[in-house]
Every structure is written in C-alpha cells, then in structure tokens.
C-alpha cells in the first residue's frame, strides 16, 4: 500500500521533509556535500532525513519521504547505522568474496533500505537485514565501499516503482554520497534466463551496466580478459554460421525461423547473435501480424539476491477446491534451466529437508527458519551459495521425499520462514503452473514474433546453453555465468573549487610490515582548506582514520613523506599539487585487534588449478598436508558429495608418493577442471 502525501505528514509529529523522488540526489538537490563519505553521510541524515522515535535492533534510524511528482504516492527511504562493535557479524562476507579481503574494518555500516510497498506505513521490524523482498537494499562502509545486495522492481513484488526508476535513485544516492566503489552480485532473472549471460550477449555488458557497474570478481578463476573474451565470442557469434552449426539437429528449422522472421522485420542488417538479440529486447510481446517496433520497460525488475516474483501470481483466481496442491521437486526440475544437473538440484533439496527436520526434531517445535538459517545449514554440506539460493528460490509447496516444504511469512516477526510438514494422504499433487514456468517448447507451438520472450528463450536455450559440438561456446558461457560480481567506481577527481584533495596512504613500519600479511587497503580520501598547514593535514588524517576504522582509534601520524624537513606550522600550498597521492608513516594503529580486516582473521591460502587465488564464495575444501584451499569440483568432489574426512591435493601426493602409477588412486580421484579455459579464450 502507497502513502498517500496527506497521510505520510499526519504520521509525523513535526511537517516532515518531502522531496521529489525523479529528482533527489540530483548535484545539488538537495545538498551538494564536497568532503569523503564519512562526513558527507551525516550532512545527509541531517539535512535530508528524520530521525525515527524507534530503534531497529538497537540502530538508530532515519527515514527520508520522496514524493513520485507524477503519481503523488510518498515512498519512505529507510537508512540504518549499523555499529560494527555491536554487529553479530562484524565482518563483511560482501568483501570477502568480491576481493577486498585487505580493507581494514570500518566502525560503521549504513543500509539504504526501501521495503517493499505493503510495508510502506509500518514502522521497520528487528531482522529487517535478512529480509530479500525490499525493494532496495544496499549497504555501505563508512569508508564508501559498499555493496548493493537487493532490487526489486516490478517483477520482483512492487506496485509502484520499477527496476530502471529504483536503480536510477540509488545511483544518484551514491554520487551525490562520494561513495568510492559499489559492488553487486548480478543473480538477476527473467522468465528463468540469466541477464547477466543474455544482456551481456546482447550489450557487452549485464543489466547493471548501464549505470557504470563492470567485471569486479569473477569464480573459478575467471578474470577480466577470460570474461571480457566469453563475451566477444558468444556476441560475435554469425547467424548463418549457427544455422549450419545446428544444420543436423531436429532445431535448425525453428532457429531459422526465428532469424527470418526477425531479418524481415529489421531495417538493418542482422549478422550475429549480438544483433539479433538487441532487436529482439527492443519489441514488445505482440501479434505475428504487427510490424511496428516498440521499446519494452526495464527487463529486470528482480531482485539480485531474490529470484522475482510473477505478478501473474497475484492476480490468479482462487481455487474452488479449497485442498492445498503441491508439486514434486522432482517434476518441478525438469521444466528449470539450470547450469546445475537435476541430481545436484535434488541433493541440494535434501539437504535443506534435513536441515529442517534436524531443527523440528532438536527444539520440539513446529517453527519454521528463516532463509538464512537455512542456507547456513545447507552450507555445511554444499559450499556452493548459488546453488542452494536457486534451489531455495523454488521451495514453496513442494514435495521433497514424504515431505513437504512450505514458505510463508511468519506472522508474529513478519520474516519469510520454511516449514515442514509430512506428507499426508489425501495431499493432492498439482501439475506445473504455467504462470510459474516456461512449458517445454514442443516445435508446433513457436511461432516466431506471437511471443518476443519465447523466441528469446529459445535462443537462449539452444544456442547458449545447448550449442552443437563447439567447446569455445560452451567454455565462453560458463566463463560469462561463473561471473557474478560485478564492480561500479567514482574515481578520485580533483575539482575546480578552493579545496586541498589528497589520496592518503598509511604506511606501515618495518617492524609493522611482518603483521600485514595481506596487500595495504586503499588510501583515504581527504579534504583540507586551500591555506592549511602540514600539522592541519596530519590532524585531519587522524581524525578520519580514527573516525573510519576499529584498528586506528588510537592513530598517530608522525611524519609525511617528502615533508620530513617541513614544520607542522608550515603551509601545504605551493610545497605539494592538490589531487597527489601522500604517504604517511604514524603510531597508534592496533595490528592485534581482531577487527582488523574484512575478510575475516584466517589467513588461509587458495590455490586452485583453475586460477583462483582468492575466496570466490564458491565450495572449497583445504589440503590436510599444505592446508592450502582449492575448489572441491576442481579436485573431482562433486557438490552433491560430501568432502572426505582427509584430503591430500595433487601436489602433496605427488611429493609423499612420487613412484605411483597413474593408475593408483591418490586422495581422491580428480577429475579435469571444467573451467580451466583461460587461455583457450584469450588467444
């Protein structure tokens, strides 16, 4: 339910701030803060936002009330300050997997947060985090590297705002914020199709990256060059050259079909895949009669975290049979386009039955858990995240085993929580709902144009997923898929105003430089007046530091390189160009604490013949000789097997048993990496 302007100001015990919601955070509307985010957050909550009467788990909160200037609903944008010291989980799994392990932790977290609309005149509930249906949830360290973590739009649950509109806001959030570098885990869906495969097919980068969000991280090894090379192969993939390729399947005809009819209908020439797919997400669903091209709404409305949500659903008459149907996992896989093999899928269902069922049976209770609980058990058993959240995703009324697994908003805490309850006899098993799954395509029932996203599904299905013959394909579209972190940066600028900018970096001792076992986080950010002396810079980097990071509340600086000679009164002017990076050595810094860095206090090492070198969030298992971590796929252990009690890696066991046949088995029998590609893509 939308405020109304007229409500949203009764709700408040003064005349709350309104503003326009196309045109907030726009330069200079309605601030124009020149400082590092540290500071300029706080001129935000001052001067755009109300503090709430109540906490969220003890956090203090605002709310900032933006009026849709066409429609006049008020959406309330919710900001929560998170204190790290107080945080069940101080450190930050965002960076752990996105490759900023190294960065120091910061004191403070800010989540931006738009709930979805039904919750729009209720006040904000304790767990409000774990919550995957708002409709923007982004998070953001107090240094201004942050992660935008859930969008939905109109597919994923909103009445009001879409994808497109809600991105737009949040990008202007984090200009006008100085944040430095946001990332996103792109899982975004539509009709079952990955848009970070399909959109950067068609435009050479995923939907995110028209606001500027590029390749951050990538898993099994994939890097930039690996992905940016996937996505040039399968864009420049030549139609003609497809419908030879496919020449002696039963799905050449169709595919034909679909070129022609699309050729015809383009006033330009179509040659690749890259073409074709651009006209075709520029046409509305329509009758094969109609010639006229017109531009479709924003295509993904869904969540990156939360698969979207059919609105069709909504909208579905209720049954006269007032029976609750359920499907079976079983059934329901068949019709899923999943990179993951059905034995994977059903595994991952089982695990999260037991999970449930070791939770009924440990507290003697109906309650259900919450999807993170969920995914926490599950995790001990399959290290891969993506898997268990595509599986969760389709776990509601259906039948696992003599189970059936059931979601549903708990009414007393108003999160989202997965039930158990045996299969009865007089349960009733429903076929598949088209509203929720794309039917197989039978060859008589395409017809190219009645249906624009059909036609693209097909394409996808066949051609991405399913090319004839060709490991450079299917190699270049494991490359795109196993990239999911995606990275958008507001470089460091000089500006055109009186103000002194330096990027400032803290250099260890040589004493200290044993302690860092990892690479040096990234310099600060730090604005001085035009006239401020060499002892104003120190003051300032001092009081940032302190202000920013748990392990510098006792930061000193001492001395600034190439300024030894210089005295504290001395002016910076003249002796050092604004915008130049400046080394500082200094005191103070606990290299002890155990908020010391994002990533955690392990200091493990990852080495997997894929490449990888870094957690990438994806299942891994440790050598008992070494203790060195690699991927479990990587080293022959499925996803569905559980890890070996001990794990000896190939090159332990080649030193402890070097005169081993190859015929001998060793550990464990490894099987050949799927995703050792790199350099079959890059030359």
Known sequence: MSIPILEACKKRKRR???????????PGC???????????????????????????????????????????????????????KYAAKPFC?????????????????????????????????????????????????????????????????????????IMDLWDRICTILRTRKITVEDSSKKRFMDLRLLHGVAYGHPWFGRWGYRFCHGSFGVKEPNYERAIEILSSLELDQIIEDFGCTDRCMKIRQIFRFYR??????????????RIMLTLKSRAPVQKKMNIVPDLPASSTLKPSTRRSLQNRPPLKDKTMKFKKFSTLITNMDSRWP????????????????????SECTHDGMTRQEVRDAARMHIGDTGLLDYVLKSMNNVIVGNHVVCRAVNPATRVLEYTLKELGKGTLVSELESEMLPKPFPEQSIVPGADVYNDVIYLYRNVLLNYPDSELVELATRAVLDSKHFVKEWPFSDEDDQLLRFVCHMMPSLSELEIFTRELPPGEFIVVPPYATVGELKETVERTLRDTYCIMEQVVVTEIEDMEGMTDEEVLFGTIESGSEVWMRGTGMDLEAELKYEGGSDNWRVSCECGALDDDGERMVACDICEVWQHTVCSGIDDSETVPPLFVCPKCCALLVPARSESSDCGRVQLAPVYQFGMELLY
């Open 16 to 26: 709350p701030k309104l503003f326009g919601f196309h045109t907030f955070a726009d």
């Open 30 to 84: 309605p601030i124009n803060p020149t400082s590092h985010f540290c500071d300029n957050i706080r001129i935000f909550l001052r001067e755009c936002a109300e503090l709430e009467d109540y906490n969220v788990d003890g956090m203090p909160t605002w709310c900032t009330l933006l009026v849709n200037e066409n429609r006049g609903f008020v959406v309330p944008v919710y900001t929560i300050e998170e204190s790290v």
């Open 93 to 165: 799994d965002h960076c752990r997997c996105t490759g900023w392990s190294n960065h120091f932790v910061s004191k403070r977290r800010y989540h931006i947060i738009i709930p979805i609309d039904d919750e729009w005149n209720k006040p904000l509930d304790d767990g409000v985090f774990d919550l995957q249906t708002h409709l923007l949830h982004g998070m953001i360290h107090c240094n201004g590297f942050g992660h935008l973590l859930c969008i939905n739009g109109i597919e994923g649950g909103s009445g009001y705002l879409c994808g497109r509109e």
């Open 264 to 277: 015809d209908l383009s006033e330009t020439q179509l040659i690749t895949l890259k073409d074709i797919l």
């Open 342 to 361: 059905a034995r994977r899928l059903e595994y991952a269902a089982d695990v999260i039955v037991n999970a449930l069922r070791e939770k009924r049976a």
